[in-house]
């Protein structure tokens, strides 16, 4: 399937997909309104995926696949970039508590530099899918396909159009700012990476300038640190 159909959302698996109601200005969205469509299709275990990190100089990509009990409705969940952290935190514990099954995907940064991010971030949300332990009946992906022979719909802005994508982003941000802020700044303390989390701040820009990179650090991004930034997607 070529890039264009998954720049504009189609269906990356060819499953029919069936009309969306037009929202109204003022009416709340429906996150519910892509899960509701295929659990009335017959499909009982639909995951959301998503990733973070992908825009990161340092560490791995972070996937999740969440799959949540079918009608329920998570209160303030919404695309993780747009939550305080206290609040990220919090719902992170209700979506583990709630959720049917989470699976957590890594690529790491070498791998990043061997395939390229795109490809890398294919590869940690497949890990993610088959962390679950059992394959979903559908998959509901941010912008990407997965490389899974499973039936799945790639929604441009997915973090903020469904539920178990949006639960899905809060589970992977939530776990990769904890290894930036447990693990990896505390191996590379001179770097701040509790603080920027591995992203091209200028402060982060100006160590590695100063210090050199780590191991971590993905080598096929550095070379456009004092130029125009690498193309993500």
Not at 112 to 135: S, T
Not at 143 to 161: F, H, W
Request: aromatic residues 6%; hydrophobic residues 40%.
């Amino acid at each position: 399937m070529g890039e264009n159909n998954e720049e504009i959302g189609l269906n990356l698996l060819d499953t029919p997909v069936g009309p969306r109601k037009k929202k109204e200005a003022s009416e709340p969205r429906d996150l519910l309104l892509y899960e509701r469509e295929y659990w009335e299709s017959g499909f009982e275990r639909i995951a959301g995926i998503d990733e973070v990190g992908r825009g990161c100089l340092f560490g791995d990509v972070v996937a999740a696949a969440v799959i949540l009990p079918k009608d329920l409705i998570l209160e303030g969940v919404n695309d993780s970039k747009k939550l305080t952290e206290k609040k990220r935190d919090a719902l992170y514990d209700v979506i583990m508590e709630k959720a049917l099954a989470v699976g957590i995907g890594y690529a790491d940064a070498e791998t990043i530099d061997r395939l390229n991010i795109k490809q890398a971030a294919r590869l940690a949300m497949k890990r993610a899918v088959e962390a679950l332990g059992e394959l979903p009946d559908y998959m509901l992906v941010d912008a990407e396909k997965v490389d899974l022979n499973v039936p799945q719909l790639s929604i441009i802005k997915g973090d903020a159009n469904s539920q178990s994508i949006a639960a899905a982003s809060i589970i992977a941000k939530v776990t990769r700012d904890r290894l930036c802020k447990e693990e990896w700044d505390t191996l590379y303390p001179e770097y701040g990476l509790s603080i920027h989390k591995g992203y091209a701040t200028k402060v982060h820009r100006e160590q590695i300038m100063a210090l050199g990179a780590t191991p971590m650090h993905r080598r096929s991004f550095l070379g456009n640190l004092l130029g125009e930034q690498q193309s993500l997607f």
